[in-house]
């Protein structure tokens, strides 16, 4: 690859200034969902098969950041080379398949879902097979994908080829961030989207274009 170095110097703002949050949305999210304790735990109460779904899509992201790969029929490669790399412990074809049934089927292809018990408890059965399917435990699932993404962050850090990457990736598929509904209908309220401090305090979901995360 081939490393601009205005393009680059876009890319260390982007990831010095913004990537952190990312995360936190990311996993933040998934947390929030299923109510995940500090040891592992999941409430009952929450919303625990919007967990797993939510955390195969945000695979899909960060295998996106990771690839620079954009097109939806690259679903395969994003899979593939984020979770050999930084999940070399799952099978990369099954959590593909996984995702894949979740999302289409509501059905959980190769996988027993379950969330009873801290992580200390399912230590020895998270991943374990059974008659079912392999077990994968919610709060085990989450810490790997907290795990990989801050290994992926701490190379993200050091390397040329992959901060364009994830800016490329950035640019082209925006994540799921705060934003004001009424923002939406008012260019002059987005021209004003051009400190962090703005963005956060944004209660509601939505996406906001990449020139808004650039500080004026």
């Not at 029929?73 to 799952?90: D, G, H, L, P, Q």
């Not at 990736?169 to 051009?194: D, G, N, R, T």
């Not at 979901?205 to 500080?215: D, F, L, N, Q």
Request: charged share 25%; proline share 3%; glycine share 6%.
């Amino acid at each position: 690859m081939t490393i601009d170095k205005d393009e680059l110097l876009l890319a260390d703002a982007f990831i010095a200034e913004h990537f952190s949050r990312i995360i936190s949305w990311a996993v933040g999210d998934v947390k929030k969902c299923c109510r995940m304790s500090q040891d592992g735990t999941c409430d009952n109460g929450g919303a625990l098969v919007g967990a797993f779904i939510l955390l195969c899509c945000a695979l899909d992201y960060f295998g996106g950041l990771y690839t620079g790969l954009t097109k939806a029929s690259e679903t395969k490669n994003r899979y593939n080379s984020f979770i050999r790399k930084y999940m070399s412990r799952y099978d990369w074809e099954k959590l593909y398949d996984l995702r894949w049934s979740l999302l289409h089927y509501y059905s959980p292809h190769h996988f027993v879902l379950y969330h009873e018990n801290s992580l200390e408890t399912n230590k020895n059965l998270h991943l374990s097979n059974s008659e079912k399917g392999i077990l994968l435990h919610l709060g085990w699932f989450i810490k790997d994908f907290e795990d990989a993404v801050n290994k992926y962050w701490e190379e993200l850090k050091m390397d040329p080829e992959l901060k364009i990457k994830a800016w490329r990736y950035y640019k082209q598929q925006l994540p799921i961030m705060p934003l004001k509904v009424e923002q939406v209908f008012s260019q002059s309220a987005m021209s004003a989207m051009a400190t962090i401090t703005s963005i956060q305090s944004f209660p509601a979901s939505g996406t906001a274009a990449p020139e808004h995360w650039i500080k004026k």
